[in-house]
């Protein structure tokens, strides 16, 4: 059973940061690919970032530059670090895995995915 548990939302101001964690149990980390997505209030649920096979990554236009994904082999532990924030990125958002490699260029539903932490931007 894949179990994937986030913590790290929070409420922040515009410009601000914060460091999302994903914790997962080592055959998950080990056998899937994961990400995380994000979904605003009344809108659909949306890529964010992965991370592949090797280390490779890949982010959604809108947080490239701003947001860093990244794994800690040691902890099973997925991060998604998340600086500049703004109103746009307010959402809850969601770790994710899935069997294959996740796709960010067209709409995309992970097979797996954990029960959300807010995250809120101020202006």
């Known amino acids: 059973q894949v179990q994937l548990v986030e913590s790290g939302g929070g409420s922040v101001q515009a410009g601000g940061s914060l460091r999302l964690s994903c914790a997962t149990s080592?055959?998950?980390?080990?056998?899937?690919?994961m990400g995380w997505f994000r979904q605003a209030p009344g809108k659909e649920l949306e890529a964010v970032a992965a991370?592949?096979?090797?280390?490779?990554?890949r982010y959604a236009d809108s947080v490239k530059g701003r947001f860093i994904i990244s794994g800690d082999n040691a902890k099973n532990t997925l991060y998604l670090q998340m600086n500049n924030l703004s109103p746009e990125d307010t959402a809850m958002y969601y770790c994710?895995?899935?069997?294959?490699?996740?796709?960010?260029?067209?709409?995309?539903?992970?097979?797996?995915r954990g029960q959300g932490t807010q995250v809120t931007v101020s202006s």
């Open positions: 080592t055959d998950t980390y080990k056998h899937y690919y």
């Open positions: 991370i592949y096979s090797g280390g490779g990554t």
């Open positions: 994710v895995a899935h069997p294959y490699p996740i796709q960010l260029d067209y709409p995309f539903i992970p097979n797996y």
